[in-house]
């Protein structure tokens, strides 16, 4: 069992930055890969980022590529989404995700993720 904790939403304006932070407790963290999703009312939970267990490996949506950046500290736990240039249309409930490995979706997909956070609320006003 895998717990996952979010941290470091809030309210920012258009083009500002804000740092999001994932927690992990009660696996081996350096052994799964991890994600972060968004989602807004009434919309399917979006992919925006994944790492790969060790770090070298990174994906992302193009909405947030080149601006968003995915990492971890597998000394302490933990994964981060650092967002700059921020956009109204990047307002939603983020969340962080755990993917164990053995299933056959595409990294992309939220069916791939075996554990998930609670989420913490982004707000970016114009």
């Known amino acids: 069992q895998v717990q996952l904790v979010e941290s470091g939403g809030g309210l920012v304006q258009a083009g500002g930055s804000l740092r999001l932070s994932c927690a992990a407790s009660g696996g081996t963290f350096s052994n799964i890969d991890m994600g972060w999703f968004r989602q807004t009312p009434g919309k399917e939970r979006e992919f925006v980022a994944r790492?790969?267990?060790?770090?070298?490996?990174?994906y992302y949506s193009d909405s947030v590529k080149g601006r968003f950046t995915i990492s971890r500290d597998n000394a302490n736990n933990t994964l981060y989404l650092q967002m700059n240039s921020l956009k109204p249309e990047d307002t939603a409930v983020y969340y962080c995700a755990a993917d164990l490995g053995g299933k056959t979706y595409v990294y992309t997909n939220r069916r791939s993720y075996d554990y998930w956070g609670q989420g913490t609320q982004v707000t970016v006003s114009s």
């Open positions: 790492i790969s267990r060790w770090g070298y490996s990174t």
